[in-house]
């Protein structure tokens, strides 16, 4: 069953479509309706006129007819009686008696007609009706075909979403007046400087300045940059001649204002009336439909070959009938001799005919002809179009305010293309959901709206260190309100595609802490400067080197940074950034990483002069090459866990300043090589998580160890030189083999009043 929706389609896809056809798909569409036309009433008058008249031509007689003749003009002979008052006067007679009766008139014409007259005579009309049929059809195959039409569709739905959005009007509105101000900046540039004759402003030069001043401070749209080094983006004031286009909101003098009365003011642009939420909505649906019909449609050029073959298919169409409908115009004739068979039953050989419509149907070939050369003329000129223009390539370029927009291929390029046939400006209005600061804007108006400065202080919470933090996850960019928070010491944003900072930040004075999950962060020159000033603490966390931002390197004042992801001293973080590279953080006191290295770089050294701390989560792999570690001797603390360690690495003995030594979660069965550090004033370290089956008696060597874990070993027995450590606040030995302490240590520990309880010193399993 079929509806009735199907059977057919409403007429709201029937004038859309019209949209992506060309002048000259309009004017063969009613190239087509003339030639149907034509061919519809040649085939009218074909069924319902179309004969042919015949009359005898030669003077031979039938014996038959002679002597029925003679006894007719004997004396003798009586006529009739009951036709003779019906007999003419033959004195009054004229012409040639043929002796015909009218059936045997109907029946030579019916002979004739299908004897005589030529086929093309009889069948052109039918055959221009069925080939204006195949014409109409094929000129809006590519409309219908099911490959395309699906896709032909969908593009304009969104074309008529898009030129029905709120947004399209706004930011077309915002593009054109920055633009135009741009070009009035242009022009005073060139333009050489007038000598002022007054010391004094003029009224109207200074109602022009407060006007574009108060165009640029109203709405957000007007406060973004997109590469602009300057603070503020230039005035979008079409009628300003004497402003400044940078000037920002506090450059004018208080004393600057304009008259009062308001019929000298100048023209200022029209206000930007603000998106409600449905239309913001709508319009970033907009964007992400779009940009995956893009996706869809780049991929390939199915629409573009249609109707290239549709073409051709039409032209070769053309060319044939072109082709054997010339030879026609010669060889319609009104008069056609006819010899029938039957000349015993009709007394005569030879008839002379005349075709009734032949005349009607020349001239109905003529008007049918030329249409159809017009035709084929169109489709040879959209071929030459078609090879010689670049209908897979569209760029914007020609567009000048909207500039940021990328080049499109394929199907979607070929599409804008027969657009722009149409109306240049519809490709305009797509354009702006194609353009990336358009979105940009979009998001940021959007932001402002849901994310205003009170509702960030309302999630803003105090640890217990009585810091502020504040987090943000999945936003798809920083909100503006953000860089107005002045308390916010620590700010963590997780999962922001388009961290960007700009000069605002310099409204965060509080800020010293910030964290950043798979967060693409890009800052701005003026903001970096903010940035290296101020910022102490860094929290990286990525999944591909190449997320981690460049900027990193030139935080002068950075003091702890904190690395983690697949990090690999072979391909380093990046093309342009490795370890080796923290080299220019001078200041950098903890370096704490979170990869998969092979071997610690050389390159830490050259901020071995200010690191101090350093630990090292390699993820369960080896860490093979640690001599990287002599020259750090001014570190205090290590941390290398999860790296496969089976042995003390010797360059420990290097690091005279070392304090606390965390080796957890490493393969040590013996551990041998503390003999090695008593020269460290070690005050804890760090075993828990090995297989360490028995401690040296060396280990009473190191005098100044407050903390030991030796948890989740293979102990079964503890050195007597452990008891002798005088400074052992706290000894962890849970998950070893060990079912008590030692009866003499725990005799010391009754006996000495200062130390505290075994129960407060250990933790057994």
């Known amino acids: 069953m079929f509806s009735l929706l199907e059977l057919a389609p409403p007429n709201h896809h029937q004038s859309s479509s019209k949209l992506l056809k060309p002048w000259w798909e309009v004017f063969m569409d009613y190239l087509v309706v003339l030639m149907l036309m034509a061919s519809v009433l040649a085939c009218t008058e074909q069924l319902s006129r179309d004969r042919v008249v015949c009359i005898p031509s030669d003077s031979l007689v039938t014996a038959n007819a002679s002597g029925l003749s003679q006894a007719a003009l ?7 009686t009951h036709v003779s008052y019906n007999i003419p006067d033959l004195s009054t007679a004229r012409g040639r008696r043929k002796h015909l009766v009218y059936q045997q008139y109907a029946y030579v014409s019916q002979v004739c007609y299908h004897e005589a007259l030529p086929l093309y005579s009889r ?3 039918y055959m221009a009706l069925l080939q204006s049929l195949v014409l109409v059809a094929s000129s809006s195959f590519w409309l219908h075909f099911p490959h395309t039409s699906s896709r032909i569709e969908h593009f304009l739905a969104i074309l008529v979403k898009c030129c029905g959005s709120p947004w399209t009007s706004q930011a077309l509105s915002i ?3 920055l633009d135009n101000a741009l070009e009035k900046e242009v022009v005073e540039e060139k333009q050489p400087p007038k000598p002022s004759t007054s010391s004094s402003p003029s009224p109207l030069g200074i109602c022009k300045r407060q006007s574009s001043v108060d165009v640029c401070a109203d709405h957000p749209l007007w406060k973004r940059s997109d590469n602009a080094s300057s603070g503020a983006p230039p005035s979008p004031c079409p009628s300003t001649t004497s402003c400044d286009s940078t000037m920002s909101s506090t450059s004018c003098a208080p004393e600057m204002r304009c008259p009062s009365n308001p019929c000298h ?5 029209r206000q930007v009336i603000s998106l409600d939420r449905s239309d913001g909505e709508e319009a970033r649906a907009l964007f992400e439909r779009l940009r995956k019909f893009r996706s869809h449609c780049e991929s390939s050029d199915i629409i573009y070959k249609v109707y290239l073959a549709q073409t051709i298919f039409k032209l070769l169409m053309v060319t044939l009938i072109v082709s054997y409908t010339i030879p026609l115009f010669s060889s319609f004739s009104f008069t056609h001799m006819c ?5 015993a039953l009709l007394g005569y050989s030879t008839f002379e005919c005349v075709h009734v419509l032949s005349s009607l149907i020349r001239k109905l070939l003529v008007g049918y002809f030329i249409p159809l050369v017009l035709y084929g003329l169109l489709n040879l000129y959209t071929l030459i179009w078609i090879l010689y ?14 500039r940021d927009v990328p080049d499109l291929r394929n199907d979607l390029a070929f599409l804008l293309h027969m657009l722009d046939q149409y109306d240049p400006l519809l490709a305009q209005r797509l354009s702006v959901f194609l353009s990336p600061v358009s979105e940009s804007r979009l998001l940021e108006e959007s932001l402002e709206r849901c994310w205003g400065e009170d509702k960030l202080r309302s999630i803003t919470t105090v640890d217990a260190d009585g810091c502020s933090r504040l987090q943000l996850v999945a936003l798809p960019r920083l909100p503006p309100a953000l860089f107005n928070l002045s308390h916010l010491q620590v700010l963590k944003l997780e999962l922001i595609r388009d961290s960007r900072f700009t000069p605002q930040v310099a409204n965060m004075t509080s800020l010293r802490e910030l964290h950043l999950y798979h967060c693409t962060a890009t800052v701005d020159p003026s903001a970096l400067a903010v940035l290296q000033e101020r910022l102490e603490v860094l929290h990286l966390t990525f999944t591909q080197p190449s997320e981690v931002p460049n900027w990193v390197l030139s ?9 983690s992801g697949r990090l690999s001293t072979e391909g380093g973080v990046g093309r342009n950034w490795s370890l080796g590279s923290l080299r220019r953080l001078r200041h950098l006191r903890v370096l704490v990483i979170r990869g998969m290295l092979q071997r610690i770089p050389g390159e830490l050294c050259e901020v071995a002069c200010s690191l101090v701390r350093l630990r090292i989560y390699n993820e369960e792999t080896r860490l093979l090459v640690l001599t990287g570690l002599k020259r750090m001797v001014d570190l205090t603390e290590l941390v290398l866990q999860d790296c496969q360690l089976e042995r003390l690495p010797s360059a420990l003995q290097a690091l005279t300043l070392l304090r606390t030594l965390d ?4 393969n040590f069965r013996t551990v041998e090589e503390l003999l090695s550090l008593t020269h460290l004033r070690l005050s804890s370290l760090r075993l828990a998580f090995n297989r360490i089956v028995a401690l040296p008696a060396g280990v009473g060597m190191l005098r100044e160890l407050e903390l030991l874990d030796l948890s989740n070993n293979q102990l079964q027995r503890l050195p007597q030189s452990l008891f002798t450590l005088r400074r052992l606040r706290r000894l962890l030995l849970a998950g070893n083999l060990l079912e008590e302490l030692p009866a003499e240590f725990r005799g010391k520990l009754a006996s000495c009043p200062e130390c505290p309880p075994p129960h407060a010193l250990c933790q057994l399993g």
Do not use: G, I, M
Request: charged share 20%; net charge negative; hydrophobic share 30%.
């Open 175 to 177: 593009a054109v007046q």
């Open 123 to 125: 069948f052109f009309p």
């Open 339 to 343: 010899h029938p068979e039957e000349k």
């Open 265 to 269: 003011v100048v023209d200022s642009p």
């Open 663 to 666: 080796l957890q979660h490493n």
């Open 389 to 402: 223009s670049s209908l897979r390539q569209y760029s914007f370029q020609d567009l000048c305010s909207l």
């Open 555 to 563: 935080l002068r004042s950075l003091h702890e940074l904190h690395l």
């Open 74 to 80: 004997t004396p003798s002979s009586k006529p009739p």
